[in-house]
C-alpha cells in the first residue's frame, strides 16, 4: 500500500512511499525511510491520495509499536508548521526529544521507567557539609539548594538547580551527607514535603470558581493579577480540580532553568504525577519524562515553551505564566510562539486556556477588551499586603547640578548609586533586610574609545561594541563571545583609552567601596554561567547570606525573597533605546516584574528607579503601578503607526557572509512582496537589520504588515517560493508574528 509520509528533514512537502500491505499505522507514527543517499526518520500521516509518477521507495522499518503524537498534539503540529510556513516533518522531530528524532537512536525505548529516587534530603548539618565539600563545587551547590529549602528537595527540582545531578546525589549519598528517599509509585505513598494550603483569598476563589466553570469547554481567561497576588495558587487549584475529574494539566513557564523552585512548588503539591521538561535536561531523562506522559503515568507537564507539544493524555486546562515573556518566541527554525499553541491547542480539545500575566502583552490584553478572551482579576496582593512604594529619582537633574571639574583636574565618574538609593540602602542594610539592585548590562563598562581620536572597541565578527569585563581586564562580545585582552592604549593612535558606561560588574564594586561591610552577591550570565553557580547563588541569598543581590533580568523574574524590602534600579533607560517597537512596553514589564521583588514578606517594601526619563510613560506609570494608564497610552501610539496588535506583521530575515549578494536578494525579495502585496498590506524594506553584522554573517530584513493573518499567510507562502531559491551562501528564513526587530 502507499502512504503520505512527513520526512524529518528541513523540505516542504510530503512524500509518497510504499509499505506492507495491511499494516496497521497511526498518524504520526515513527518510520524509518530511504531519502536521497540516507535514511531519515519519517512520519505517517494517512494512505497515500494518488501514485506518483516514478518509483517508489519502501519504507524501510516502523519504529513504534504505537504513535509518540496523541490527536490533539498531531493536529497543533500541523497547525504550526502550515501557520508559520516550516517543513511539516521538521516540526513533528523537534516536537519530540532529541533522543527519539535521531537515526542513530533508533532501537531505544522511548517509555522508560522514572526513577526510583524521587527525593533527596541532607543529613549533615550545612557547616559540616561544606567543609567536607570544599573542592567540590558541583556536590557544594546541591547541598546549598537542599539548604535553601529547608533540607529536602524533589529531584526533578535538583535536576532543574544543578547540571547532572543524579551522579552528583548519589556521590553525596556515599559520603554520607545525603540520603536519597526511594518509594513506589502510589501518589499517596510519594515523599514530598507538602506546602501548608492556605484558605484562598477572596479574589483567587473567585478567580478559581470563574476557571473550573468552564472545565469541559474552551475559552481563554487573562488572569491579570499584581506581583504577589497569588497567580500560581490559582493555577494548582484548577490544576486540581481538573484532576479530580480525571483530566492531565500543562502548565507553560518562561526559562523554568532560572525558577527550579516553581517546579518543587508543583511536585509538592502533586508529586509524581509531575513530568518537568525543559533543555536543561539530558537527552535520557526528557526521553523519560516524555514516556511518562505519553503512558499516563504522569499526567501534568510543567515545561518552557517546547512543552507545548507535550504528549499529555486528556489534557483539561493548558496554563501559560508570565505570558507576555519574549521566551515564549522561538527565534530559529519553527519560528513558533508558545503562548498561541497554548490558545490553539485549548481550543482543539474544547478545554480552557489561562494565561497569566501582571503586564500582560497588548496583543492578550487587546484580545480580552475585545470579547475573545475574559479577564480575571486580581488586584491586591496575598493578606493585602501593600505593594511596594516607587520612587523615580531624575538623573538629568542630579547630572545638571554637577560642577565642570577645573581645568587639569582628573576626571571624575558620577556614582552609580545616588543619594536618595544609597540612604534607602543604609537604612536596609542597618534594619538586617536585604536589597536587590537591578541593571540590566552586564560586565564593567558598556563602551571602550580613545580619547584621542574617537575610535571605540568593537567586535570584529559582530556590529556591535565590545563591552569591558574588570575581573579579567578583557574586552568582551555578549553576541559571539570573541575575547580579547584591553590594550593599554589605542591600538590606531596610541591615545588613552576611556571606560565609559555601565555594568554589573561596575556596579558591584562601587558596593564594595561604598558599602564594605555588606555582603554582595552578583548576577549575570558571566557570575553563573552554569546551573551549579545559579543555584548557588540563588540559595545563599535566600538562606541570607548576603544583604545585597546585583544582577541583570535574571533577578527580576520568579524569585520570592521574604527578605527583601528594597529593590533599586540603577537605569530604568537600558532598554528604551532599543530599535523596536516594543522597547517601551518591555521596559514597563521588566520594570514591574523586578518592583514586584520588594515587600514579599511582612516588612513593607520600597523601590528606587533611577532614571534620566522620569517622564517617559513605560517609567512614570510603574511609579503609581498603573498598567491601565501605560497600556491606554501604548495602545494608541500602536494604533496610529499600524504595528501589531492593530495589525499582523510578517519579518523576512536574511543573513550572508557576502553583504552584498545578500542585499541584492533582500532587493529582490522585497520587489517580489510589492508585486504581490494585496490591498492594505504594507512592505518596508529592505533595509540592514539593527544589528546588521553578526558572527560574521550581514543581516537584513524586509518587513510586511497586514490588516489580517489572512493576507499576511497569503503573501508568506508566495515568498517561501522564492526564498527556495536563494543564492548559496544567503540563508533566509520566514518570521510569522515575529516578537522581536533585533
Same mark, same amino acid.
Given at each position: 500500500?502507499?502512504?503520505?509520509?512527513?520526512?524529518?528533514?528541513?523540505?516542504?512537502?510530503?512524500?509518497?512511499?510504499?509499505?506492507?500491505?495491511?499494516?496497521?499505522?497511526?498518524?504520526?507514527?515513527?518510520?524509518?525511510?530511504?531519502?536521497?543517499?540516507?535514511?531519515?526518520?519519517?512520519?505517517?500521516?494517512?494512505?497515500?491520495?494518488?501514485?506518483?509518477?516514478?518509483?517508489?521507495?519502501?519504507?524501510?522499518?516502523?519504529?513504534?509499536?504505537?504513535?509518540?503524537?496523541?490527536?490533539?498534539?498531531?493536529?497543533?503540529?500541523?497547525?504550526?508548521?502550515?501557520?508559520?510556513?516550516?517543513?511539516?516533518?521538521?516540526?513533528?522531530?523537534?516536537?519530540?526529544?532529541?533522543?527519539?528524532?535521531?537515526?542513530?537512536?533508533?532501537?531505544?525505548?522511548?517509555?522508560?521507567?522514572?526513577?526510583?529516587?524521587?527525593?533527596?534530603?541532607?543529613?549533615?548539618?550545612?557547616?559540616?557539609?561544606?567543609?567536607?565539600?570544599?573542592?567540590?563545587?558541583?556536590?557544594?551547590?546541591?547541598?546549598?539548594?537542599?539548604?535553601?529549602?529547608?533540607?529536602?528537595?524533589?529531584?526533578?527540582?535538583?535536576?532543574?538547580?544543578?547540571?547532572?545531578?543524579?551522579?552528583?546525589?548519589?556521590?553525596?549519598?556515599?559520603?554520607?551527607?545525603?540520603?536519597?528517599?526511594?518509594?513506589?509509585?502510589?501518589?499517596?505513598?510519594?515523599?514530598?514535603?507538602?506546602?501548608?494550603?492556605?484558605?484562598?483569598?477572596?479574589?483567587?476563589?473567585?478567580?478559581?470558581?470563574?476557571?473550573?466553570?468552564?472545565?469541559?469547554?474552551?475559552?481563554?481567561?487573562?488572569?491579570?493579577?499584581?506581583?504577589? &497576588?497569588? %497567580?500560581? $495558587?490559582?493555577? /494548582? =487549584?484548577?490544576? @486540581?480540580?481538573?484532576? #479530580?475529574?480525571? !483530566?492531565?494539566? *500543562?502548565?507553560?513557564?518562561?526559562?523554568?532553568?532560572?525558577?527550579?523552585?516553581?517546579?518543587?512548588?508543583?511536585?509538592?503539591?502533586?508529586?509524581?504525577?509531575?513530568?518537568?521538561?525543559?533543555?536543561?535536561?539530558?537527552?535520557?531523562?526528557?526521553?523519560?519524562?516524555?514516556?511518562?506522559?505519553?503512558?499516563?503515568?504522569?499526567?501534568?507537564?510543567?515545561?518552557?515553551?517546547?512543552?507545548?507539544?507535550?504528549?499529555?493524555?486528556?489534557?483539561?486546562?493548558?496554563?501559560?505564566?508570565?505570558?507576555?515573556?519574549? &521566551?515564549? %518566541?522561538? $527565534?530559529?527554525? /519553527? =519560528?513558533?510562539? @508558545?503562548?498561541?499553541? #497554548?490558545?490553539? !491547542?485549548?481550543? *482543539?480539545?474544547?478545554?480552557?486556556?489561562?494565561?497569566?500575566?501582571?503586564?500582560?502583552?497588548?496583543?492578550?490584553?487587546?484580545?480580552?477588551?475585545?470579547?475573545?478572551?475574559?479577564?480575571?482579576?486580581?488586584?491586591?496582593?496575598?493578606?493585602?499586603?501593600?505593594?511596594?512604594?516607587?520612587?523615580?529619582?531624575?538623573?538629568?537633574?542630579?547630572?545638571?547640578?554637577?560642577?565642570?571639574?577645573?581645568?587639569?583636574?582628573?576626571?571624575?565618574?558620577?556614582?552609580?548609586?545616588?543619594?536618595?538609593?544609597?540612604?534607602?540602602?543604609?537604612?536596609?542594610?542597618?534594619?538586617?533586610?536585604?536589597?536587590?539592585?537591578?541593571?540590566?548590562?552586564?560586565?564593567?563598562?558598556?563602551?571602550?574609545?580613545?580619547?584621542?581620536?574617537?575610535?571605540?572597541?568593537?567586535?570584529?565578527?559582530?556590529?556591535?561594541?565590545?563591552?569591558?569585563?574588570?575581573?579579567?581586564?578583557?574586552?568582551?562580545?555578549?553576541?559571539?563571545?570573541?575575547?580579547?585582552?584591553?590594550?593599554?592604549?589605542?591600538?590606531?593612535?596610541?591615545?588613552?583609552?576611556?571606560?565609559?558606561?555601565?555594568?554589573?560588574?561596575?556596579?558591584?564594586?562601587?558596593?564594595?567601596?561604598?558599602?564594605?561591610?555588606?555582603?554582595?552577591?552578583?548576577?549575570?550570565?558571566?557570575?553563573?554561567?552554569?546551573?551549579?553557580?545559579?543555584?548557588?547563588?540563588?540559595?545563599?541569598?535566600?538562606?541570607?547570606?548576603?544583604?545585597?543581590?546585583?544582577?541583570?533580568?535574571?533577578?527580576?523574574?520568579?524569585?520570592?525573597?521574604?527578605?527583601?524590602?528594597?529593590?533599586?534600579?540603577?537605569?530604568?533607560?537600558?532598554?528604551?533605546?532599543?530599535?523596536?517597537?516594543?522597547?517601551?512596553?518591555?521596559?514597563?514589564?521588566?520594570?514591574?516584574?523586578?518592583?514586584?521583588?520588594?515587600?514579599?514578606?511582612?516588612?513593607?517594601?520600597?523601590?528606587?528607579?533611577?532614571?534620566?526619563?522620569?517622564?517617559?510613560?513605560?517609567?512614570?506609570?510603574?511609579?503609581?503601578?498603573?498598567?491601565?494608564?501605560?497600556?491606554?497610552?501604548?495602545?494608541?501610539?500602536?494604533?496610529?503607526?499600524?504595528?501589531?496588535?492593530?495589525?499582523?506583521?510578517?519579518?523576512?530575515?536574511?543573513?550572508?557572509?557576502?553583504?552584498?549578494?545578500?542585499?541584492?536578494?533582500?532587493?529582490?525579495?522585497?520587489?517580489?512582496?510589492?508585486?504581490?502585496?494585496?490591498?492594505?498590506?504594507?512592505?518596508?524594506?529592505?533595509?540592514?537589520?539593527?544589528?546588521?553584522?553578526?558572527?560574521?554573517?550581514?543581516?537584513?530584513?524586509?518587513?510586511?504588515?497586514?490588516?489580517?493573518?489572512?493576507?499576511?499567510?497569503?503573501?508568506?507562502?508566495?515568498?517561501?517560493?522564492?526564498?527556495?531559491?536563494?543564492?548559496?551562501?544567503?540563508?533566509?528564513?520566514?518570521?510569522?508574528?515575529?516578537?522581536?526587530?533585533?
Amino acid at each position: 500500500m502507499l502512504v503520505e509520509v512527513a520526512v524529518g528533514a528541513p523540505v516542504r512537502g510530503t512524500f509518497t512511499y510504499e509499505a506492507e500491505d495491511g499494516l496497521a499505522l497511526e498518524p504520526g507514527r515513527r518510520l524509518l525511510v530511504p531519502f536521497g543517499r540516507r535514511r531519515a526518520i519519517g512520519f505517517y500521516l494517512g494512505p497515500a491520495q494518488a501514485a506518483p509518477e516514478g518509483p517508489v521507495k519502501r519504507v524501510e522499518q516502523v519504529l513504534d509499536e504505537g504513535t509518540l503524537f496523541p490527536p490533539d498534539v498531531l493536529g497543533l503540529i500541523r497547525f504550526a508548521a502550515d501557520y508559520y510556513i516550516y517543513p511539516l516533518g521538521e516540526a513533528l522531530r523537534g516536537a519530540l526529544p532529541p533522543e527519539l528524532g535521531r537515526v542513530g537512536a533508533i532501537g531505544r525505548q522511548h517509555v522508560e521507567r522514572a526513577p526510583a529516587v524521587e527525593a533527596a534530603e541532607l543529613i549533615e548539618p550545612l557547616e559540616v557539609a561544606r567543609a567536607a565539600l570544599a573542592r567540590s563545587r558541583s556536590q557544594a551547590a546541591i547541598v546549598e539548594h537542599l539548604a535553601a529549602r529547608g533540607g529536602r528537595a524533589p529531584l526533578e527540582e535538583l535536576k532543574l538547580a544543578v547540571k547532572g545531578a543524579p551522579p552528583l546525589l548519589r556521590k553525596l549519598e556515599e559520603r554520607g551527607l545525603v540520603r536519597l528517599v526511594r518509594v513506589e509509585k502510589r501518589p499517596d505513598d510519594a515523599p514530598f514535603r507538602q506546602e501548608a494550603i492556605h484558605d484562598p483569598t477572596p479574589a483567587q476563589a473567585r478567580a478559581c470558581a470563574q476557571i473550573c466553570e468552564a472545565l469541559g469547554r474552551f475559552e481563554t481567561f487573562l488572569l491579570h493579577g499584581v506581583t504577589g &497576588s497569588g %497567580k500560581t $495558587e490559582v493555577y /494548582l =487549584r484548577v490544576i @486540581a480540580e481538573a484532576r #479530580a475529574r480525571g !483530566r492531565g494539566a *500543562l502548565v507553560l513557564v518562561p526559562e523554568i532553568a532560572l525558577t527550579p523552585q516553581l517546579a518543587g512548588r508543583f511536585r509538592s503539591r502533586f508529586g509524581p504525577d509531575v513530568a518537568v521538561l525543559h533543555s536543561g535536561l539530558s537527552d535520557r531523562e526528557r526521553s523519560t519524562e516524555f514516556g511518562r506522559l505519553l503512558s499516563g503515568e504522569a499526567r501534568i507537564a510543567v515545561g518552557v515553551r517546547s512543552a507545548v507539544f507535550a504528549p499529555v493524555r486528556d489534557l483539561g486546562v493548558v496554563i501559560v505564566d508570565e505570558e507576555h515573556e519574549p &521566551s515564549f %518566541k522561538q $527565534e530559529e527554525k /519553527l =519560528r513558533y510562539h @508558545a503562548r498561541d499553541l #497554548a490558545v490553539y !491547542r485549548a481550543r *482543539l480539545l474544547g478545554a480552557p486556556c489561562v494565561l497569566g500575566s501582571a503586564t500582560p502583552s497588548l496583543e492578550t490584553l487587546k484580545n480580552a477588551r475585545d470579547g475573545r478572551y475574559r479577564l480575571v482579576e486580581l488586584r491586591q496582593r496575598v493578606d493585602e499586603r501593600p505593594l511596594p512604594e516607587v520612587e523615580l529619582v531624575d538623573l538629568a537633574a542630579r547630572g545638571r547640578r554637577r560642577e565642570k571639574p577645573a581645568e587639569g583636574a582628573e576626571r571624575e565618574e558620577p556614582p552609580l548609586i545616588g543619594a536618595v538609593l544609597a540612604a534607602a540602602m543604609e537604612e536596609a542594610l542597618g534594619a538586617g533586610k536585604q536589597t536587590i539592585l537591578f541593571l540590566n548590562r552586564r560586565g564593567h563598562a558598556s563602551l571602550v574609545v580613545c580619547a584621542a581620536c574617537g575610535e571605540g572597541a568593537r567586535c570584529t565578527s559582530c556590529d556591535v561594541a565590545l563591552t569591558h569585563h574588570l575581573h579579567r581586564n578583557e574586552l568582551r562580545c555578549h553576541y559571539c563571545d570573541y575575547r580579547v585582552r584591553k590594550p593599554d592604549a589605542c591600538p590606531a593612535c596610541g591615545g588613552e583609552l576611556l571606560v565609559l558606561g555601565i555594568g554589573t560588574e561596575r556596579v558591584e564594586r562601587e558596593l564594595a567601596r561604598r558599602f564594605p561591610d555588606a555582603r554582595v552577591l552578583r548576577l549575570d550570565r558571566d557570575a553563573a554561567g552554569s546551573s551549579t553557580e545559579l543555584t548557588r547563588i540563588l540559595a545563599s541569598f535566600a538562606r541570607g547570606e548576603a544583604d545585597v543581590l546585583v544582577g541583570t533580568q535574571m533577578v527580576a523574574k520568579g524569585h520570592d525573597f521574604p527578605g527583601v524590602t528594597l529593590v533599586g534600579v540603577i537605569l530604568a533607560d537600558v532598554g528604551l533605546g532599543l530599535p523596536d517597537f516594543r522597547a517601551a512596553e518591555r521596559t514597563f514589564q521588566l520594570l514591574t516584574q523586578v518592583a514586584g521583588r520588594a515587600g514579599r514578606g511582612r516588612d513593607p517594601g520600597r523601590v528606587v528607579v533611577q532614571t534620566f526619563n522620569p517622564h517617559a510613560e513605560a517609567v512614570a506609570f510603574v511609579r503609581t503601578h498603573d498598567f491601565e494608564s501605560f497600556a491606554a497610552a501604548e495602545l494608541e501610539r500602536r494604533r496610529e503607526l499600524g504595528y501589531p496588535p492593530f495589525r499582523r506583521m510578517l519579518a523576512v530575515r536574511l543573513e550572508g557572509e557576502d553583504g552584498a549578494a545578500t542585499e541584492r536578494f533582500a532587493r529582490r525579495l522585497a520587489e517580489a512582496a510589492r508585486r504581490w502585496a494585496g490591498p492594505g498590506v504594507q512592505i518596508l524594506g529592505p533595509a540592514p537589520a539593527p544589528i546588521a553584522r553578526l558572527r560574521g554573517r550581514m543581516r537584513f530584513q524586509v518587513l510586511a504588515l497586514a490588516d489580517g493573518a489572512r493576507a499576511v499567510q497569503a503573501l508568506a507562502r508566495r515568498l517561501a517560493e522564492v526564498i527556495d531559491q536563494a543564492p548559496s551562501g544567503v540563508k533566509a528564513a520566514l518570521d510569522v508574528d515575529p516578537a522581536s526587530m533585533l
